[in-house]
Every structure is written in structure tokens, then in C-alpha cells.
């Protein structure tokens, strides 16, 4: 249950700026599917509109690959325990080639990443000289 | 300043357990150079030896790029704030040829998932039943 | 399903400390409703008395409008991603007048703040000598 | 030490895109000062934009008070642990009207809100059906 | 529902490696139960063989008490906000002893560390001269 | 640089309260040095009292034994990053006895939920029901 309401497809098309957007997202993305953040995001055009804008740019194709941005967005996801985006994230992976063995290997990264930002957290470890930059 | 001691090469030479593992580290990685993460883990042979068994064999490449799993790395300690992390693996990723328009849109990416991640927790929304495995 | 035991109502009255905290909470609320988290902590008096004067105090008007302190509140929460209390808070929020548009901007703060928080941490900025108290 | 370059002055004015920025926010700020933040995404012209357009956008008064916003703000930063952020937001807090009890209070609460995530995480809370929307 | 598949143990009897596992796990708990964290684990044989190993030799007896273990299991899976990882080494710590009055005084200790973790963080103290290592 | 001003022994020998917390603080720990944390919560004496007073209560022997509390303190702290927190706990646990194979161990645990708090989120795992309470 959100703490916010979900819009329906009905609710969308009475409003210009929100069906723009979802007009756009499904365009975009060539799938009639809109997910629910989206829906939720539509009580407040602004921040729909910004955050899609937003969205749509940063993970198109660019210096990296919109895979490993995917695999770059779940990482932060699963770090921040958001369980939503773990979810909407994974399946976007998957959607874009995402195989077993390199989802594996992204679960080994991020644990271990996580094991040795705690431990060097527990030790208080500044950083090497040789790491800042010149 | 650390909560524990860092070892010296010195120091390191008087310990087989730990003087085997900076030797792996040094060949694995082809240079001299040994950063305190490792210096403050010869304090617990056991740990340093699994950590680094365990660091070796996540990182080496495999269904995904060395490079991609250095950014993965620093999408995760960024998220937990771990400052040394974040230093140590944006330098190795660097080295491994990270480009400052990669860094800038692995900076992009990590930005809009922390800020989406906020917005789906405050609205506390649950996965659309088309995320989820069948 | 939690991790202990919920006191029901009838089990508060066998119990003259919890009893006490519980009759408090309804005399200052002006409300009949005790939430589960009070049911959870009476398994421990100390920690049940001790939370409830606490939460009292720091949550009374003061220096901050009691809204604004609800504000705050979620923002935490969902920081933490603890989805209890970004439920009971937003309720608590509504009840003390939360508008929409409120809402809305609060959700817009807080993702801002996340994204931003974010990005410093991968730049890992150090203070402007600015911002330093003097 | 940061991981980015931080751009002076100097090379600010050799950059359109970026002075543009750069003037914006002297003439919304009203004031010459241009913090490290921005100095460090004048690396991405992109980023750049986009990010102090949102920032402008979010932070402007609106259905909540400056002042409140940037209390939610400061409220994120200290549960996501970002130093520069604490430091700049206070900073920004105090320059529109933050007072010493505010502080004070504002301060309770983030540590109040604090423990009872914990306590409620450690307990596994679900909410109560009186928290959810109708 | 997760983002991988749970191995029954019918899958298990399939694997070698990941039967070798299982049995390991069965006789080191003298418990037929094998939690899903395993079933999950299991896709990934590589990673299944050493969590386990790690798991079975951090948790062991030996300066600090397994219970004692179980105790900073649970302080950190709250503080990371681990539902899963709250519930399974709260059920551990159960098994190896855990008494109420000891699970209130946890709680306790979680809940007063983040809060003072929190207004710690908000103030931006520097660790006292006193503190560091000499 | 903290946010906040830490009072001088002359400052607080002007005020009443804080004083006499200052006094209690030094009788309890049987030691004249009070730390920057006291110094700082000195600004609210509000909180300052309320903080020792649940400070010392939680942290008292009692079901759990002091050291363990510190530890259970040093395990919250390093997950949430808190720098000042770790060393001043770590600087505790020490003087309370804590051993380096101790500290060792501690770090292993820290290092090992970490990892399989991270490995558990990313599979979005369900608890089993054989650890929900019945």
C-alpha cells in the first residue's frame, strides 16, 4: 500500500501534461507497460516531468552501456535497500540481455563491495596518498 | 587515523602468513605498491588471507568486464558513504581506463538511483506484479 | 510478522507500567488508537517509558511547528528506508495537516537531497572553508 | 581531496555552458561565492544544468517554507552521512534564519527519528491497517 | 517473490557442488531446515561454496561467543534494514540462547547508537585526540 | 570543524545544568575527561541530559555485558558510517577489555553481514516461514 495514489490510465487522460509523459515513456520505451512509479509520480506534474526528463536522459546510450547503467542502478538500489527499484531494476537488466552468470557475478561485486566498505569503515582507514589526485 | 595498526614492509617480513598474501597482491597486480586496506588486514591473517582469496577471485574478469566491476564497485561504496572506497576503486578505475565522460555518467547514474530510491521508499511503493519472476 | 510479541489490550492492563505509558499516549493524542509500535515495545517497560517521554517531548511545539517536525521525521525514515515509519509518519502528518502540494515538495526535497548527497560522495568534496563555523 | 578537478574562475570563463551556470547562480544567490559543489560538476556541462536547474526549481518557496526545505535537506544528509552536505546546508539554514533552539530541536528530532527506525527495523514492524490510504 | 530461483531439494540432488553444500550445511547445523538465503545461493555454485565457507568460519566459536555473534548479526542487518537478515539471526540467536531480557537490552543498545550515530553526524563532531591509536 | 560549538570546562562552569551533568559523567566513568560529544550536546541541555541519562541507563550492566553492548554499539556505528562514533566505541571497547583477536572477530561478523545483508536485498528474499514467531 503507497502512501500516495496510483494513477490509472483513465486518471491520465484527464490530465495533458501527465498523458504527455506517459505518451512519451511508452514511446520511448515501445511497450504499452507504464510501472507504477510513474503513476504515482503523476499527483505532481513537476516532479513527473523533471524526473522523467531526468531519467530518459541519463541512461540512454552513451560513454557507458545502457546495461551496465542498469547494472550500475541496481548496485546503488540494493545498497540503499530500496526493494521497488531492486525489482524494477533487475527486470529492466534482464530486458536488456542481462544473462545468469553475469548476474551472478554483479551479486559477488556488490557483496563484496559491501563486506570491505564495512571493514574498512570498522578500521577508519584514510586514503592511500597514491590514491588522491595530482 | 586508523583503529588499528598498519604494517609495514617490515613488519610484513616477519609474518610467512601475511608476507605470502603481499606477494600474490604484488605479482597479481604487477607493482610494488600495497595499499593500507591490506596493511590494516595483516593484523588478522585469517581475514586478510579470505579477503583477499575472495577480492582476487570477484574481480578477475569473467561474464562481465574488470572495468564494470570497478564501476559497480564505486556505485556501491558511494552509497555507503565509505570515503577510502570510493578514493581506491575510482583510482583503479582509472587505471583500468575509466574516462572522464564514463566517470561522468557513472556520477549521473548513481545520482538519479539515489534519487529515485528516495522517492519510491517515501512513497512507499510495492513491485508491479511485472516485475516479478514467473 | 514481527520479531516479538504485540500486546493486545487486554494484556496492557495486567501490566501498571505499560498500562500507565499506554493511557498517557491516548490522553495526549485525544485518541482511543495505540499503534503497534507501543504494543511491540511493552515487552520492555524501560525501553516503552523511555521512548514514549522522549518521543513526547521532542515532538511537542517548540522552536519547530509540530508539522514540521512530522517533515522531518519522514525525511529520516525514508533516508533509513524504514517503511513503518514513513507510513505511520505520513499519516501523522496528514492528521496535523499535510497538504498535497506539501507533500509533493517534501518527496521533491528529499530526492533532491538523495541525488545530490550522492554525487558529492562520489566527488568526495571536502567542505568550503566557507561553510566551516568560526 | 576530491576525485573530480574543481574548476576556478578562470577556467569557468573559458566555458559557456558552464559560466552561464556559474552566473546564474551568483544572480539567484545574489552573492559572488560559488561553492566547491558546482565547481566540481562544472566537469559535466551536462550534470551541471541539469542539477542546478533542479536544485533551483525544488529549493524556491513554494507550499513549503525555504527554510523548511532546507531543514528536510539537512535531515537526509545526516542520515546518509554526507559531510559536505551537513556542512553546506547548515550553512545555508543558518543564512536564512536558523536559530539556535531551531537547531536544537531540529537535532532531536533527526535522533529521535534515528532510534525508532532502528527500534522498529530490529522489531520488523508491519504497518498498522489504520496507516494505510483509503 | 525474489529476483532468482530457490533450489528445491529436489534441483539440489542435481548439483554436486551444490549438494556437497547442503550436507555440509545440514551437518553443521545437526538440522535438516535449510533457509532460502541457500536455495538462493545455490544459482551460483562459485559464490554458494564460498558465503558458506566465509559464514562457517566467521560464526564459529572463538574469541567472542556465538551468541555474541548472532548479537552484531543483528545490529548490522538492522542498520542496513534487512528484513530477511533481521528475522533469520534473530530466529539464530534464539536458538543459541537469546533471552528476552537480553533482546530488550539489544534493541536498546541499536536504538541509543543510532541516534547518537545521528546527532553525531548532524554536528559534525571530529573524533577527540584522546580516541586515536598512540 | 563541527556545526556546532563545543563548550569549554569555563563555560560550563556557568551553567547549572550542564554542570551537573558534566560532574555525573565524570564521577560515573571514574575519569576527568569528558569528550567532545558531551561538549557539544552542552549547547541543548535538554538533550544533553536526556541523552546521558538513557546513555547511561542503556549502557549499565545488565542482561548483556558492557563489552558486548560496545560492540553491538561498535556494529551500528561502522554500518552507518558515523567516524567519530567508531573511534570513540572502539576507544571504549579497549579500555573495557576488548582483546585484538576480539576485534578481529567483530570485524570478520561486520565484514560478513554486510556482505550477506547486500547479497539478501539484491535477491529480494522473503523470510522463511519457519523463522517468523509463532
Redesign the interface.
Known amino acids: 500500500?503507497?502512501?500516495?495514489?496510483l494513477w490509472t490510465d483513465e486518471e491520465v487522460a484527464t490530465n495533458a501534461r501527465v498523458s504527455a509523459v506517459f505518451d512519451d515513456i511508452r514511446a520511448t520505451r515501445q511497450s504499452d507497460?507504464v510501472?507504477?512509479?510513474w503513476r504515482?509520480?503523476a499527483?505532481?506534474p513537476?516532479?513527473l516531468e523533471?524526473?522523467w526528463q531526468?531519467?530518459k536522459?541519463?541512461?540512454a546510450p552513451?560513454?557507458?552501456d545502457p546495461l551496465?547503467?542498469e547494472?550500475?542502478?541496481?548496485?546503488?538500489?540494493?545498497?540503499?535497500?530500496?526493494?521497488?527499484?531492486?525489482?524494477?531494476?533487475?527486470?529492466a537488466a534482464r530486458a536488456k540481455g542481462l544473462?545468469?552468470?553475469?548476474?551472478?557475478?554483479?551479486?559477488?561485486?556488490?557483496?563484496?563491495?559491501?563486506?570491505?566498505?564495512?571493514?574498512?569503515?570498522?578500521?577508519?582507514?584514510?586514503?592511500?596518498p597514491?590514491?588522491?589526485?595530482t
Open positions: 500500500m503507497s502512501t500516495v495514489h507497460f510501472n507504477n512509479f504515482a509520480l499527483n505532481q513537476d516532479i523533471r524526473t531526468n531519467v536522459s541519463v541512461m552513451g560513454a557507458l551496465v547503467k547494472l550500475i542502478y541496481i548496485a546503488v538500489s540494493t545498497t540503499n535497500g530500496c526493494s521497488y527499484c531492486v525489482h524494477s531494476h533487475t527486470a544473462t545468469d552468470p553475469q548476474h551472478g557475478e554483479l551479486l559477488a561485486v556488490i557483496g563484496m563491495a559491501s563486506q570491505t566498505n564495512a571493514l574498512v569503515t570498522a578500521m577508519q582507514l584514510e586514503p592511500d597514491a590514491f588522491l589526485m
